[in-house]
């Protein structure tokens, strides 16, 4: 074992240099950085395969252990009996909408399993001589998607003693292990796919083709995974509660508003073509029946046929900067205008672009540092959920997406923090009656009842009427 140690030590010391200059550097060119080295390192490791995580005496089938940071039950909740949704990633690849996106993306003869696009996403896509012998491509998007490939670490791990009390964290992180119970590396993670990278780009093509809408809300979505971890190993502090999803949800935010201005500096540094998924989708995609184009009742930002950018990150990330960086406020909705005034498909000017996106990019930094460190209480999330609908004008004018961040930020705050705690409003019924109301005017709802399945729906988005259920969660919340 002492072997294993120290080639885990001289196999990282590189990164652990790096890792340890993370809190002494600040500024996103030193956070890219710092990400790139350690995506580079990923690529050096050996993949061993989830299965090398199943045995009874470690993530499967075992008895819960009291005292114990693991559940002993990790694999078998990804796993879900076969029905896991990263379990099963690599296998929708076989279903027929992905081999007829396949075939209108790359060629008739193209097969969805195969396309490198695909697998970027849907599996743990290590070439051969990363595999180990457990190794299954079947398996998806794996422990070792998330958690880091586990060559150098899978051993150390097994014993306690060393893993948590003689190997620093950034020991762990040189041997490739991705410690998720940091929120804030639990966004960037998650976002990766659900949000995309230069890497892993859910492109304009992409999405023409038939894939489904895109989207992530750190708070709520993670109740769509089965939940293989403890959140108490993610507080700060022992007295967090429920208000730990509120600190989830702001961080969530924070992280998708720096993501979605990086990639715009990058593309602005770029000559490629502006995508249309830096855009607005429902702009173009609406209903174009006079009674119910609320666009040309409500007038146009640019010249009709020029979509705006998508700045429903942007725009949720207000109440927060109004929180935790007024001072930054003016200099953000400053920056916040040029980019929407200059990401266009006609002729951007992507010098303005580039400037405004790496000012907003450092904003966003300081905007992430400052909410994942905050522990909330019943003030701070009423504050947040009260200043979410007090923009409601600037929200609707954001289009779909941004009413529906709305939605999702008020469901984060006030029923996963609030409802949960021993702070309920006397109101409390009528407030959740009223965020079904916002739910519905958003949402279909399919399948059988009582485990139907809510889709976006936004033919139905009306923003008059939405505007009406934000007054009415105003005066509830207060």
Known sequence: MRGIFFAIAAFGFSMVAVAQSEDRTTGSAARDALRQRIEAAQR???????????????????????????????????????????????????SDRSERMAK?????????????????CHALDAPKERQGGRFDIEDGVTCEACHGRSEKWLGPHQNAD??????????????GFLDLRDVVRRAEKCLECHAGTEEKRASHALMAAGHPTITLDLATDLFSVPLHWKDRQSYLSESEGSWYHARVWAVGQAVALRESVRRLAVWAASDDPPDLTLFECYACHHDLDESKNWRQRRGFEKTPGDPVWESSAALLSRPLMDMFLPDAQAAFVERLAVLRKSVSIHGADRSAVRQAAEELTAIADQLVAKVAACQFDFERTMRLARAVVDRSEEILAGGYRAAERAFRALDALYRLAVADSAHKPGNHDAIMKTLAEFEGALYSTEGKEGSAKKEPAPQRYDPFLVREILKKLAVQIG
């Open 162 to 175: 060393q893993w948590r009390r003689k190997m620093t964290a950034q020991q762990r992180e040189a041997a």
């Open 104 to 120: 209108i993306l790359y060629g008739a003869d193209a097969v969805a399993r195969e396309a490198a696009q695909c697998r970027a």
């Open 44 to 94: 050096e490791l050996t993949a061993t395969g989830a299965s090398s995580c199943s045995g009874s005496n470690c993530h499967s089938g075992g008895t819960p252990r009291p005292g114990e940071v693991f559940l002993a039950t990790e694999w078998d909740l990804w796993w879900d009996r076969g029905q896991g949704s990263h379990f099963r990633a690599f296998k929708t690849l076989s």
